[in-house]
């Protein structure tokens, strides 16, 4: 295995944030791809960041969050948290029990990693399923908190049966129910027409602000208020509420977000599909795009159509190294970046091409064929070369 650990994730991401920086510097920020589908976007006019250096602004993003938080998730209350990982820590520090059971549904495994970390840190029982029957008979009168997940990191969207089902069955126990919508409050709704997970009954949601809209890295909570109430104040406890500059830019990104530019993106899914499956059988479709798991690559490399082997890959490499690989030579050398090659540590391997992404606008799907082509042809060079994969990886 060439990236072992949460710590080689990390230098991963360091060698991946010092390639972007290179490309930038070299080429300018517009010969440079993300196709994350995580804009980390900071709309905001110069007047909005004078008014942000005083107490005054604050006070006025705060009003505007209310009122478009509630617009856009739903619920009485709104409260801006740093990232989703916070509003998960912070639900789960406020509702979870040491001992008690927290139940997680959700579509496909695996997790979003901060669930059952949460879970662990205050000693609760964490159980998770993606089964709805196995669900319904593990349900027992010892749970503090369900929680589901809409729509998973790999964009596998929960059928609305199975979402009202899980909320029956918690109302019916007075159980607390907190969704996990991070891409989930934008791809269920505008794509899928799923109604909102409030709308659906839930007690609380949380969203990430920079997954298919121009917010900043950010999560999103809303629901009822005294449960907003009690969340609020455990995350001011331990710092996991958002900034005045990222609820400003959260404000800028509500107000920027047209669900009918998400809608767009399935034309271009299709045109690239096409092309992709002349030669591929590796690639799946996303919500807004295509992806390749981290099975799918490794099978793609080891059997072709003919069930001849493209490549040999090396005995230690692992298919999650792969998919590290491939999106590292992404970036060095097609300018192209996906998730893996900046994920934080424990997010999920697999390449994503989100055609929602900003940047696409300004790329032109056989372009972005040619450039999957040209980097799967330089991984099949590189898979049976450790010195050469540790360099892209980590230099
Ligand atoms: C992205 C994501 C998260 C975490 O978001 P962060 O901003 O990294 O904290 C949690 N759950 C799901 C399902 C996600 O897709």
Not at 58 to 79: D, M, N, R, S
Not at 123 to 150: K, P, R
Not at 271 to 293: A, D, I, Q, R, W
Not at 367 to 374: P, R, T, W
């Amino acid at each position: 295995m060439l990236v072992k650990d949460s710590l080689d994730e990390m230098k991963k991401r360091e060698a991946s944030l010092r390639a972007i920086k290179l490309i930038v510097s070299k080429k300018g920020r517009n010969s440079l791809y993300d196709l994350t589908g995580l804009s980390g976007g900071f709309l905001a006019t110069s007047d909005d960041l004078n008014l942000l250096e005083t107490y005054i602004g604050p006070a006025i993003f705060e009003e505007e969050l209310q009122k478009l938080g509630k617009e856009h998730l739903g619920g009485e209350k709104v409260f801006a948290v740093n990232r989703t990982s916070s509003g998960i820590l912070a639900t789960i520090l406020s509702l979870g029990e040491k001992d008690k059971n927290i139940i997680h549904f959700l579509p496909e495994f695996p997790s979003h990693p901060s669930i059952p970390r949460s879970c662990n840190l205050i000693g609760a029982n964490y159980l998770e399923f993606d089964n709805i029957n196995d669900f319904i008979d593990d349900f027992s009168d010892n749970v503090s908190l369900v929680i589901i997940t809409g729509s998973t990191m790999d964009h596998e969207i929960l059928d609305e049966k199975h979402f009202k089902k899980v909320i029956d069955l918690a109302k019916n126990n007075n159980v607390p129910v907190f969704v996990d919508d991070a891409s989930g409050a934008r791809l269920r709704t505008a794509i899928y027409s799923q109604k909102k997970a409030t709308e659906l009954g839930a007690d609380l949601v949380v969203t990430s602000t920079d997954k298919l809209m121009m917010g900043p890295r950010g999560g999103l909570m809303a629901g009822k208020s005294d449960l907003i109430d009690i969340i609020k104040s455990k995350a001011h406890q331990f710092g996991l509420e958002a900034q005045p500059s990222s609820v400003l830019a959260m404000v800028k990104g509500l107000e920027a977000y047209d669900e009918e530019n998400l809608k767009k993106s399935l034309d271009k899914k299709d045109k690239l599909m096409v092309l992709l499956e002349k030669h591929y059988s590796m690639f799946e479709e996303t919500p807004t795009g295509v992806m390749v798991s981290q099975g799918s690559l490794k099978k793609e490399i080891t059997f072709n159509n003919n069930s001849n082997k493209r490549g040999e890959i090396m005995d230690d490499f692992s298919s999650k190294d792969l998919c590290f690989l491939w999106a590292m030579i992404l970036l060095k050398y097609e300018d192209i970046v996906t998730i893996p090659a900046v994920s934080m540590p424990g997010a999920s391997p697999t390449i994503r091409f989100d055609l929602a992404a900003n940047d696409v606008q300004k790329l032109d799907i056989c372009l972005l064929f040619e450039k999957i082509n040209n980097s799967f042809k330089t991984l099949l060079k590189i898979i049976n070369n450790e010195n050469l994969a540790k360099e892209v990886l980590f230099v």
